[in-house]
């Protein structure tokens, strides 16, 4: 498995840091993974495959790499390194480090990992930013347990964290949850875009853009949120889900019409002998970048 962080998309070495208007954040850690295993490994495995992704976006018509420069951070919160870290010195630490690229006006996409890592980079952009914001969830699981196995902070409690922090949120493509997330979302009125409603004649699109009451917007992609016939590389993979084309337009309509302040994308957990998800996660880190930039 991948072990060492590599540059996102250059293969020698990252643009200098000063000049970046993106940083690609890896956050290898892995604590309260329940299913498969394996996601620590994800953000290397991303970094790793970007390397073949091509430069020229043939959506956009520019090669966004060379226009753009990219900066990777070194990882944070390693539990490949230390397995010991605990997920209450993960958010900590990410909060920490994401607080810092905000402040140096960098546009931050982070690689994990587990969900549980959400909180933390939301928590940053939370504790610095004034005007409201929405978080906006690519997922299969709704992830709003209060507690799961004896901890608040299991990746399956992420958005539960996000809700006690009073921000909206648009989850969508859910189609894993229990019967008191349900209850939940009905208590709290979240506007979910279930898996079911992704047929291809449907206006999930412009039902979820419409859905959105602030003007900034946080994106978090748990890439079991995608069909498993493209992203069979996750811990939890469930049947159905988002298709690559219509995935891509609804973020190319969301980045049109919001202000996405920060990403990240999460989940990836790389199978021996098929590059298959982690190739389409760094294109699709690639994407989110050309469209915050060349989106017109």
């Known amino acids: 498995m991948y072990t060492q962080p590599q540059p996102f998309l250059y293969p020698d070495v990252s643009p200098d840091y000063d000049h970046a208007p993106v940083v690609i954040l890896p956050i290898p850690f892995e604590a309260t993974t329940t299913y498969g295993k394996g996601t620590q490994h994800g953000a290397f495995a991303i970094l790793d495959a970007s390397h073949q992704v091509e430069y020229y976006d043939e959506e956009l018509k520019i090669e966004t790499g060379l226009k753009i420069p ?7 919160a390693n539990t490949l390194e230390n397995p010991q870290f605990t997920a209450e010195e993960m958010i900590n630490i990410t909060t920490e480090t994401v ?3 905000i402040k140096d006006n960098k546009f931050v996409i982070s690689l994990g990992g587990e969900h549980s890592i959400t909180t933390g980079i939301v928590k940053a952009y939370q504790q610095h930013l004034s005007e409201p914001f929405t978080v906006v969830q690519i997922d299969a ?3 709003l347990r209060y507690d799961y196995e004896g901890s608040i902070y299991n ?10 922090m009073s921000i909206p949120s648009l989850p969508i493509g859910i189609r894993a949850i229990s019967q008191a997330e349900a209850d939940l979302i009905e208590k709290e009125q979240i506007p979910v875009i279930w898996g079911h409603d992704l047929t291809p004649h449907s206006s999930w699109i412009q039902t979820a853009i419409a859905s959105i009451k602030t003007q900034k917007v946080f994106l978090t992609i748990d890439l079991d949120g995608l069909d498993p016939a493209i992203m069979p590389g996750v811990g939890t993979p469930v049947p159905g889900g988002l298709q690559w084309y219509p995935l891509l337009t609804f973020l190319k309509t969301l980045f049109s019409k919001y202000e996405v302040i920060g990403a990240d994308v999460m989940e990836l957990a790389p199978i021996n002998g098929n590059v298959v998800s982690e190739f389409a996660a760094a294109k699709l880190v690639y994407k989110l970048i050309g469209y915050k930039f060349f989106n017109r």
């Open 155 to 164: 990746h399956a409690c992420v958005m539960h964290r996000i809700l006690d």
């Open 141 to 143: 699981h709704g992830d």
């Open 70 to 76: 990219i900066y990777t951070h070194p990882a944070i």
């Open 99 to 101: 607080t810092k690229l």
